[in-house]
């Protein structure tokens, strides 16, 4: 708590990062036949704690541990309006939370040490459930950005199926079956978004603000034009799909802080299938 009685997102973190920290220092991992653990790997990324547990096999887990402070339905943010989408949702899964995650310095708010960022994490999951393809193509999303290094985080793609999601709220549309055309048309949707002026990826309970403001027009528009590329050559030759989104090699790369014996398990691709003009990229 600083000097106003307010809660500080950047000393909560560093107090039970330091906490982490102190029980790592100490723990042994068990040894033996039965245990799969070789070893355990801590680093941070923004307000996560991630412990990387590395398995005798080679593969490994990542866990995430991120401080948070949980609100219940109705307690609600203000500024932050409700949507009809909502109403759908049981009101025990629409609490949300602050998590410690300070904006970026803005010359409109100059300290903004003491601002907690808005999270509905358990919203959005609950939007996205059992809606057949929905999750797939964020999956895919993701691994096409990280084959061609675009710099979109893996949220605010998330956000934009999202949006697709409740342009079309119809479990049938997003049938598993319609994988391959629909990831297509969100693939083509967001090289559209990204090409246009004003927010391109508007957060979902706050649109006036764009998950994307950070990124400069120039890059915005080199990412619109490789999708407009990519989605003019699956449509040309859907087969290829495997080739375009996972690249040359056809398999995804590994984030780039694994050990060499972690590398050879990362993935599995299994196949493209390809029937009647439907196809799907299976990946997991």
Same mark, same amino acid.
């Given at each position: 708590?600083?000097?106003?009685?307010?809660?500080?997102?950047?000393?909560?973190?560093?107090?039970?990062?330091?906490?982490? %920290?102190?029980?790592?220092?100490?723990? &042994?991992?068990?040894?033996?036949?039965?245990?799969?653990?070789?070893?355990?790997?801590? =680093?941070?990324?923004?307000?996560?704690?991630?412990?990387?547990?590395?398995?005798?096999?080679?593969?490994?887990?990542? &866990?995430?541990?991120?401080?948070?402070?949980?609100?219940?339905?109705?307690?609600?943010?203000?500024?932050?309006?409700?949507?009809?989408?909502?109403?759908?949702?049981?009101?025990? %899964?629409?609490?949300?939370?602050?998590?410690?995650?300070?904006?970026?310095?803005?010359? /409109?708010?100059?300290?903004?040490?003491?601002?907690?960022?808005?999270?509905?994490?358990?919203?959005?999951?609950?939007?996205?459930?059992?809606?057949?393809?929905?999750? *797939?193509?964020?999956?895919?999303?993701?691994?096409?950005?990280?084959?061609?290094?675009?710099?979109?985080? =893996?949220?605010?793609?998330?956000?934009?199926?999202?949006?697709?999601?409740? /342009?079309?709220? %119809?479990?049938?549309?997003?049938?598993?079956?319609?994988?391959?055309?629909?990831?297509?048309?969100?693939?083509?949707?967001?090289?559209?978004?990204?090409?246009?002026?004003?927010?391109?990826? *508007?957060?979902?309970?706050?649109?006036?603000?764009?998950?994307?403001?950070?990124?400069?027009?120039?890059?915005?528009?080199?990412?619109?034009?490789?999708?407009?590329?990519?989605?003019?050559?699956?449509?040309?030759?859907?087969?290829?799909?495997?080739?375009?989104?996972?690249?040359?090699?056809?398999?995804?790369?590994? *984030?780039?802080?694994?050990?060499?014996? /972690?590398?050879?398990? *990362?993935?599995?691709?299994?196949?493209?299938?390809?029937?009647?003009?439907?196809?799907?990229?299976?990946? =997991?």
């Amino acid at each position: 708590i600083n000097g106003e009685n307010r809660l500080v997102p950047e000393r909560v973190k560093r107090s039970l990062q330091s906490a982490f %920290d102190r029980v790592l220092r100490t723990y &042994v991992i068990p040894s033996g036949l039965h245990s799969s653990v070789a070893r355990i790997r801590p =680093s941070q990324s923004g307000p996560a704690k991630t412990f990387r547990i590395i398995l005798k096999d080679g593969q490994w887990i990542d &866990v995430d541990l991120v401080p948070v402070i949980e609100f219940r339905y109705p307690s609600w943010p203000s500024g932050i309006e409700k949507k009809d989408w909502m109403d759908k949702i049981s009101p025990v %899964d629409r609490n949300w939370f602050l998590v410690p995650k300070s904006p970026m310095s803005e010359p /409109a708010m100059p300290d903004g040490s003491h601002l907690w960022r808005l999270d509905f994490q358990n919203m959005e999951n609950r939007l996205i459930q059992d809606y057949g393809c929905v999750k *797939p193509i964020i999956r895919l999303l993701k691994t096409t950005r990280d084959t061609y290094k675009w710099n979109l985080s =893996s949220y605010s793609l998330k956000t934009f199926v999202m949006h697709q999601l409740l /342009a079309k709220y %119809d479990r049938g549309y997003w049938d598993p079956k319609n994988q391959g055309i629909l990831f297509i048309k969100v693939l083509e949707s967001l090289g559209h978004a990204l090409d246009q002026s004003g927010p391109a990826i *508007p957060f979902l309970f706050h649109p006036k603000m764009d998950l994307t403001e950070k990124i400069k027009r120039p890059t915005k528009r080199n990412i619109s034009g490789t999708i407009k590329h990519i989605v003019r050559k699956l449509r040309e030759s859907p087969v290829r799909c495997c080739e375009l989104i996972l690249g040359e090699s056809g398999m995804p790369a590994p *984030p780039d802080d694994v050990t060499q014996e /972690a590398k050879f398990i *990362p993935y599995v691709v299994h196949q493209t299938e390809n029937s009647g003009g439907a196809w799907r990229c299976l990946i =997991s």
